[in-house]
């Protein structure tokens, strides 16, 4: 699925955007296997190569697990930039947008993230 952020907040609309999945093959709403893991992990490490881009947005906790190869909560996560072993692009992770479709509140913390990665960009 492809989720977006108000592009006037984030200015997003300014820069070319691309938007992918962690895993490329899960059933159901679960979160995905180890062996999904592992045999997904090398089509995105390429993915990011071929993309080069100046920063990576992780959007929800368990896309950030898999990527960042870290089980740690969203809150944990939130805030600062990581490094990934598939590249050394600067990383950011912040809520699911199905978590601010329940919790509203969230969008500020979501806002602080975008300009955390904005800043990335401008590096």
Known sequence: STHCISSAASDVYKRQVYT????????????PTQDEVACCNPYLARQIALVQPS???ILGETAAQQVLAQ????EQLRGETHT????KVPVVVTHHPDQLLNMPSLKREVWQD???AKTQVLN
Not at 71 to 74: G, K, Y
Not at 84 to 87: G, P
């Open 20 to 31: 992918t999945t962690a895993i490329k093959c899960s059933q159901n709403e679960r979160p």
């Open 55 to 57: 920063v990576i947005v």
């Open 71 to 74: 089980n740690l909560s969203i």
């Open 84 to 87: 990934t072993n598939m590249s």
């Open 114 to 116: 975008i300009q955390l």
